[in-house]
């Protein structure tokens, strides 16, 4: 059984990011408002991810590394949960499974915490501890039982750039909690958690992104559009600067950066990368996710006609402001 974890660690543990991303869900599942995230070496050596959300019952601490035995299996029709719906209930498993981890966690009905160590998926040991209400999770030594994929992961550089962008992408989701980063001890990120997304930008891009933004607000047929696109100013950006949510999650998707570009081009004669933070909501039965979690692709059953309706109500609104 240990081995099968091992093995299908591979499908959700690829990389220290996608430790993150996975550990960092739970806090937002979990109810936080504050979630503290540490790496040391680019999270190969060390993560350690702080929240303080309902934690974890004593007596289900050991069910929450087991395979499939979520307690949010249930709820796998919460169609809002785009890209994590194939992938219900494995994660703690197969994080456990590939490196060395420890969980502190207490709920506000317990009067005392829980401390737990697992290491290549076995509970070494489980005692209980004083902590504060959340959830404290240490991963220590990704890999270390399986040396042929610790080889596979990049420099220190390239895996801490990849945890920063997507610490960026769950900040900029979710601007009501409070993100705070820590690489190599060294301050990175500490956004607000006020709800406003342009205080989360702010912390990310700074002011000059911030204060050439022009915000964008409409109810189409097929979807709503709200958050904000870049003026002259600062549209000349690059890709890492284009941020798309459907139903709160991050994803990539070509229809809606071409109808941004498609608008911007009917008004400015250069084909660049617009600063976009577009958040679309829409009817969850009308797409089709990939749902490997680490792809974030997503189809439109009415693609065309959410094409043509974004494209000529992001070009009005770029007419409309004297800012362009
Ligand atoms: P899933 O999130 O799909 O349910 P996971 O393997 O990610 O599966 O987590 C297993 C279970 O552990 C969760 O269902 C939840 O009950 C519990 N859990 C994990 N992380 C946290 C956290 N930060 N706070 C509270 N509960 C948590
Ligand atoms: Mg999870």
Avoid at 11 to 23: M, T
Avoid at 183 to 210: A, H
Avoid at 250 to 259: H, N, T
Avoid at 265 to 290: M, R, T
């Amino acid at each position: 059984d240990l081995t099968i974890n091992k093995i299908a660690a591979g499908e959700v543990v690829e990389r220290p990011s996608s430790v993150v991303k996975e550990l960092v869900e739970n806090c937002v599942d979990a109810g936080s408002t504050k979630i503290i995230i540490e790496i040391v070496d680019g999270g190969k050596k060390l993560i350690r991810i702080t929240d303080n959300g309902c934690g974890i019952p004593s007596s289900e601490v050991d069910k929450s590394f087991l395979r499939h035995a979520t307690s949010k299996i249930n709820k796998i029709d919460d169609l809002y949960d785009l890209y994590s719906l194939g992938f219900r209930g494995e994660a703690l498993a197969s994080i456990s499974a590939i490196s060395k981890l420890e969980m502190i966690t207490k709920t506000k009905d317990e009067p005392i915490g829980t401390k737990v160590v697992v290491e290549g998926g076995k509970v070494i040991s489980k005692e209980p501890i004083g902590a504060t209400n959340g959830t404290t999770i240490l991963i220590k030594d990704m890999f270390y039982n399986t040396p042929v994929r610790q080889k596979f992961l990049k420099s220190t550089h390239a895996e801490t750039i990849n945890i920063s962008d997507l610490i960026n992408k769950l900040a900029i989701g979710n601007p009501n909690i409070q993100f705070k980063y820590i690489n190599n001890n060294k301050p990175m990120l500490n956004t607000p958690g006020d709800n406003k997304l342009t205080s989360v930008i702010r912390s990310i891009y700074g002011k000059d992104v911030c204060e050439n933004l022009i915000k964008v607000e409409q109810k189409c047929k097929y979807f709503n559009v709200k958050g904000y696109i870049g003026n002259n100013n600062v549209y000349r950006a690059n890709k890492n600067l284009q941020h798309v949510y459907i139903n709160k999650r991050f994803v990539k998707s070509k229809v809606i950066l071409d109808a941004l570009s498609e608008a911007y081009k009917a008004i400015i004669p250069i084909n660049k990368h617009a600063v976009c933070f577009l958040s679309i909501e829409i009817d969850p039965s009308s797409i089709d996710v990939n749902i490997h979690p680490t792809k974030l692709e997503i189809k439109f059953e009415n693609e065309k006609e959410l094409y043509i309706e974004l494209r000529d109500f992001l070009k009005r609104a770029l007419l409309n402001t004297n800012l362009i």
